[in-house]
């Protein structure tokens, strides 16, 4: 990726790390409770998803963990040939990421308060995130830089809804207990959808910057 300025902002950077660091500690204390120290919920239905959630956690703190330094701007401009490295393996994390998220959606048996509209939205991000990354891959290898960049951020952006889901549903829950059906749903495609909309936001300032 190339880019105009040299340095990314550290609220940027900031913002990363705080949007992936609660989902990167809750996952191993889930994966602990599949080992038998139950500090969440577990059971039945658990049982038959113990390997797709264990790789869909896993690979989802890699995936933001990598992302920090692929979308550094600093660390593009030092590092190209790291940057080439470490994106190869950035899309396989996004991949796995993508196809586990779609492959639970389709096949894990929804908590009391999921409803359709969470299982549709649920679809479209898993869908709409694999195609981003397919796209963006195309993108560089036909030599479209400025394109790669903007679909591998929007990818980005997807994978790390669940970041911003924390941030805005644990105050609420906190403030106003458990969410019923719908408010749930709207709660959880609202973070996805921020998280996109702020990417939208930060690509369309470049385009008319550059011009």
């Not at 880019?3 to 990363?16: A, D, F, R, S, W």
């Not at 919920?41 to 933001?64: A, K, M, Q």
């Not at 796209?135 to 970041?163: D, F, K, P, T």
Request: proline residues 4%; positive net charge; charged residues 15%.
């Amino acid at each position: 990726m190339t880019t105009h300025t040299t340095k990314t902002p550290k609220y940027v950077i900031i913002g990363l790390v705080i949007l992936g660091l609660i989902p990167a500690l809750g996952g191993p204390v889930r994966i602990a409770g599949f080992a038998g120290v139950e500090l969440m919920e577990t059971g039945p239905r658990y049982d038959n998803h113990v390997i797709s959630i264990t790789t869909h956690i896993l690979c989802s703190i890699g995936f933001w963990f990598l992302g920090l330094f692929q979308f550094s701007k600093a660390f593009r401009n030092r590092n190209r040939r790291r940057h080439k490295i470490l994106g190869r393996l950035w899309v396989l994390l996004a991949l796995i990421v993508a196809l586990t998220g779609l492959w639970l959606t389709l096949t894990f048996p929804p908590a009391h308060n999921d409803g359709f509209a969470l299982y549709v939205i649920r679809l479209i991000v898993s869908l709409s995130m694999l195609f981003a990354i397919v796209w963006g891959v195309c993108s560089i290898l036909n030599r479209r830089v400025a394109q790669h960049e903007a679909w591998m951020m929007r990818a980005y952006a997807l994978g790390m809804g669940a970041g911003t889901q924390a941030l805005i549903g644990i105050p609420f829950f906190i403030l106003f207990g458990e969410p019923d059906t719908g408010l749930r749903s709207f709660l959880m495609g609202f973070g996805w959808a921020l998280n996109v909309m702020v990417v939208e936001a930060v690509l369309w300032r470049r385009k008319n910057h550059q011009r």
